[in-house]
């Protein structure tokens, strides 16, 4: 199993976009494809105001957001290019606020699709929609890259978490064409764990029969949460990727309750390659 096809999805805010740093990196090492995704998300005004505006200014602003993303294209058709990867780049136009399927499309005949962390100082319309909706509608896994991240994807070190539901199984899966990669790698169960028996033993197992040695580890959940735990055993042991499912619970319930996912999202100090 390899990556031989990668989407990113391109920061427009930012000169120099973390996400496509490390997916440039990653299809120069894999040797896969990079398909550049850049969106011109309209302008849309409440209701209450819209009379006012001349009708020209809406189709002002449609121009501007297509030049934004025309010039993203040239900066990641640029940034491959010196990196003499193999790339192609995609614009798509769609509404704030209306379906993202305009950018799903793109997430579903693919290996790896590379997004952004929101980042609050320079916030990208849309964003955590965009995410949800790669996960849930895309069919491939999404490997999250936080906005304080510089350069590649180091790998040495790698923390799997591990409940052992459908989404933390379907996050290991996807991330075995990264795991050899890796010179320490480690299973790492929250609070009570997910069976009798060994905890962990069941996927350390599955691992193994795929070449990969890996430790097992069980903390004690925080007060502050799962991804609290998780990010402060990540701080202090060094790791450089942490594997995940994404929303274990219903999107609706996680939104209610709060959830690893959501935390993990706005609180992300590494990068997560996640799964649904």
């Not at 010039?71 to 940034?79: H, K, M, P, Q, V």
């Amino acid at each position: 199993m390899s990556l031989r096809d990668i989407v990113v999805l391109l920061d427009q805010i930012r000169e120099t976009s973390p996400a496509t740093e490390m997916a440039i990196d990653l299809a120069r090492r894999t040797g896969a494809h990079l398909n550049g995704v850049a969106l011109a998300i309209d302008p849309i005004v409440p209701g209450f105001i819209v009379a006012p505006i001349p009708v020209d200014a809406f189709e002002v602003a449609r121009v501007e957001t297509l030049k934004s993303a025309r010039e993203t294209l040239a900066r990641f058709e640029a940034a491959a290019a010196r990196e003499a990867v193999m790339s192609e780049s995609r614009l798509a136009e769609v509404l704030v606020g209306g379906a993202p399927e305009v950018f799903t499309a793109h997430c579903r005949l693919t290996d790896l699709i590379v997004i952004g962390q929101a980042d609050p100082d320079r916030p990208e319309p849309m964003r955590e929609v965009l995410i949800e909706a790669a996960l849930f509608e895309g069919a491939a896994p999404l490997l999250l890259v936080p906005y304080i991240n510089h350069g590649g994807l180091a790998t040495k070190k790698v923390l799997i978490a591990w409940d052992g539901g459908r989404a933390a199984a379907r996050a290991v899966h996807a991330a075995l064409p990264l795991l050899p990669l890796a010179a320490e790698l480690t299973v790492v169960i929250v609070g009570t764990p997910p069976r009798e028996g060994e905890p962990g033993a069941d996927v350390a197992t599955y691992l193994a029969r795929h070449g990969l040695k890996v430790t097992i580890e069980t903390l004690p959940a925080a007060p502050s949460g799962v991804a609290d735990t998780l990010l402060n055993h990540v701080a202090d042991r060094n790791y450089d990727l942490v594997v995940m499912g994404g929303y274990g619970h219903s999107r609706f319930r996680e939104m209610i309750l709060g959830g690893a996912t959501r935390d993990m999202l706005k609180t992300m100090t590494v990068p997560v390659l996640m799964a649904h």
